[in-house]
């Protein structure tokens, strides 16, 4: 599996699901992935307050997810003409975070990255 939603969250019939991770400390203190990092980088955006929705969390988990498939996953024999994408998406990877953005939805909707992809 890809992504695990263990302690996602959802609104399920009007009230909100969620896992309380502050009273679970023990895994802000996990180490050896980076999904571990970014549990501490959004208890420290939400002020472990995890019933909110925070839409930042999306850019969080939308690096970590580029970060596997850029530099942790072996691919067949590359085909040189993906050597350009491959490029932009590791651009990509390295503005999420280190750009502006407060969630996924403006940062697809206001980078260049994704302009083939708007409709209108």
């Not at 019939?13 to 980076?34: A, K, L």
């Not at 002020?47 to 530099?71: Q, T, V």
């Not at 024999?77 to 350009?84: A, C, E, F, G, I």
């Amino acid at each position: 599996t890809i992504i695990d939603f263990t302690v996602s969250r959802l609104c399920h019939e009007g009230n909100i699901v969620y896992v309380d991770m502050s009273e679970s400390p023990e895994i802000f203190e996990c180490e050896g992935d980076y999904q571990f990092d970014i549990y501490r980088i959004m208890r420290d955006n939400n002020g472990n307050d995890w019933r909110p929705f925070h839409p930042i969390s999306n850019l969080y988990w939308l690096h970590y997810l580029m970060g596997k498939l850029l530099n942790e996953t072996s691919y067949p024999r590359r085909d040189p003409d993906s050597q350009p994408v491959e490029s932009e998406l590791r651009a990509l990877y390295d503005i999420i975070l280190a750009g502006d953005y407060k969630s996924a939805t403006q940062l697809v909707s206001s980078s260049f990255y994704f302009d083939s992809c708007r409709i209108g």
